[in-house]
């Protein structure tokens, strides 16, 4: 299967959600799709709540995920 380019489906826009990432078109916060899968919903579940996604714009959020957490990330240690 060939990732999803995410940026044809997500946009960031500082006067949308205070510039959370969204799927464009939408107000959907991509946090809420995430969120949506971690609790186990399936895309085709997701899509059905959401009518106005699709399939692709679900795995899009997967794809922008995946980006995300490969940037390095600089955490405070515990002391």
Do not use: K
């Not at 044809?8 to 949308?16: A, F, G, N, S, V």
């Not at 799927?23 to 579940?45: F, Q, V, W």
């Not at 692709?56 to 240690?77: F, G, K, M, R």
């Amino acid at each position: 299967m060939t990732r999803i380019p995410w940026a044809e489906h997500i946009t960031i826009d500082p006067e949308l959600h205070h510039g959370e990432p969204c799927i464009r078109g939408t107000r959907i916060p991509i946090r809420m799709i995430l969120g949506s899968l971690a609790d186990g919903m399936t895309p085709n579940e997701i899509c059905a709540v959401f009518p106005q996604l699709t399939p692709a714009d679900v795995y899009a959020t997967l794809s922008y995920a995946a980006d995300v957490v490969q940037q390095d990330i600089l955490l405070p240690l515990a002391s």
